[in-house]
C-alpha cells in the first residue's frame, strides 16, 4: 500500500461507544459523542464508511475469508451440492452468471444464506425463503465459523446502529423497537474472478435492502466502488481488519429520507480471484417499515427530499430475490 494513501470514504474507529453501548446515558461520554458526530458526517456525506476498532478480531476476519477462498476452488460438481433452488428458499451456491443486478448477469459466484425461521412464521411471503441454509457437508467447521461470525456481526451492527440512532438526534434505541426488535439478516459470500476488461461488472450497481451492511474483503484488490453525492463513482480500498458499512434502503426510510442508501458497484480488474463477505442486518421481516414518528417531527422533509414510501420488509426482500433469480431455472 502506498505510503500516501488517502481513502476516499471516512474512517471511524468505533471503539467509545462499544465501551459504552449498554449506557442508556452514553450521549454523555465525550468518545461517544465524537463517534456518533462521525457517523452522522459520514451517513449524510456518502453513505459508506470504514469502521475499525469493532471488537472482530483480524484472524477471525482473515479465516472466514480463507475458508470461503477454499470453497470457492473447489470443482464445480462440489460446489452444486449445494445448489441454490426456489425449493431451498433462495439459499445456497450459485455459479457465475446466475444472478441479475437490473437484468444483467453479474460476474460473480456466490453462496447466499438467510436467517432461519420456523415454517409459517411469515406466511405467504416468508414460504418463498423457508429453508435450511446449505454448507459444504465435508466441512462442519465452516459452518461452526460462519455461525460464530454471523452471531458477532448481529451483535456490532446493532452497536453501531445504537450509533447511527443518537447521530439523527434519537435515543439509542431507535432501532430497536417494534420494527427492529427481532432483526432478520442476510448473508452472501461471493467470489469474484480477476477479469482483465472494464465492461465486465462483478456485481452491477444496486443498494442494499435492509438497514445495515458489513463488508468483509480481501485486503488485496480493490473493486468496490461507491457513488459520492458529487456523482463520481470511488473506489472503497482495502483498510485490512476494517468492515465497510454501508446503509441500506430500510434506514433510508425509517430516517425519513435524512439518510440515503447508496449506490455501489465491483468490478474486479485485479488479475487475483477476489472474495467478500456481505452481512446484511435488517428489520423484522414482516415489519410495515415507515418514518419513524420521531424523525418525522425533527426532519419534516423539504420539497427537495421525497418522503420515502413505506413498505413491508419481507414484501421488499422477496421482490429483490425473484428479480434477481428470475432466470434461475433455466440454470439448473
Ligand atoms: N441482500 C442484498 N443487499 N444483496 C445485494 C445484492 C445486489 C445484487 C442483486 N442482484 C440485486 O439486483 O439487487
Ligand atoms: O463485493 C463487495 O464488496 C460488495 C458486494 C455487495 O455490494 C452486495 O453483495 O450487496
Ligand atoms: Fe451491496
Known amino acids: 500500500m502506498a505510503t500516501n494513501f488517502k481513502p476516499h470514504l471516512p474512517i471511524i474507529d468505533i471503539s467509545p461507544l462499544l465501551v459504552k453501548c449498554d449506557d442508556p446515558d452514553m450521549m454523555d461520554d465525550t468518545g461517544v459523542a465524537e463517534v456518533v458526530r462521525k457517523l452522522d458526517r459520514a451517513c449524510r456525506d456518502v453513505g459508506f464508511f470504514y469502521v475499525i476498532g469493532h471488537g472482530i478480531s483480524e484472524s477471525l476476519m482473515r479465516k472466514v475469508k480463507e475458508m470461503t477462498h477454499r470453497f470457492f476452488e473447489l470443482p464445480y460438481e462440489e460446489k452444486l451440492k449445494i445448489k441454490i433452488t426456489p425449493a431451498a428458499g433462495y439459499r445456497g451456491y450459485q455459479k457465475i452468471g446466475v444472478n441479475y443486478t437490473s437484468g444483467k448477469q453479474d460476474f460473480h459466484e456466490a453462496i447466499d444464506c438467510y436467517r432461519e425461521f420456523k415454517q409459517g412464521k411469515y406466511g405467504e411471503t416468508g414460504k418463498v425463503l423457508e429453508g435450511l441454509n446449505q454448507w459444504p457437508d465435508n466441512s462442519q467447521e465452516y459452518k461452526g465459523l460462519m455461525d460464530e461470525y454471523i452471531k458477532l456481526c448481529t451483535d456490532l451492527s446493532r452497536n453501531i ?11 439509542p434505541y431507535e432501532f430497536e423497537g417494534e420494527m427492529v426488535g427481532d432483526p432478520f439478516w442476510v448473508m452472501r459470500i461471493i467470489g469474484y474472478p ?11 450497481a444496486h443498494t442494499d435492502y435492509g438497514l445495515l451492511t458489513l463488508i468483509n474483503q480481501d485486503d488485496d484488490k480493490t473493486a468496490l466502488q461507491v457513488k459520492n453525492l458529487a456523482g463520481d463513482w470511488v473506489s472503497a480500498i482495502p483498510i485490512p481488519g476494517s468492515f465497510i ?43 410495515m417499515v415507515e418514518p419513524l414518528e420521531i424523525f418525522k417531527e425533527k426532519y419534516p422533509g423539504d420539497k427537495r427530499s421525497q418522503v420515502p414510501k413505506r413498505v413491508v420488509y419481507g414484501e421488499h426482500l422477496v421482490n429483490k430475490v425473484q428479480t434477481t433469480f428470475a432466470k434461475l431455472l433455466e440454470y439448473s
Open 194 to 204: 480477476g477479469v482483465n476488461q472494464e465492461n465486465v461488472i462483478g456485481c452491477g
Open 245 to 287: 458499512c454501508n446503509i441500506g434502503d430500510m434506514l433510508k426510510i425509517l430516517s425519513n429520507g435524512v439518510y440515503e442508501s447508496t449506490l455501489h458497484r465491483v468490478i474486479n480488474n485485479a488479475p487475483l480471484y477476489r472474495v467478500c463477505i456481505a452481512f446484511f442486518y435488517e428489520t423484522n421481516f414482516d415489519a
Open 161 to 171: 446502529l445504537r450509533g447511527i440512532s443518537l447521530a439523527l438526534g434519537g435515543s
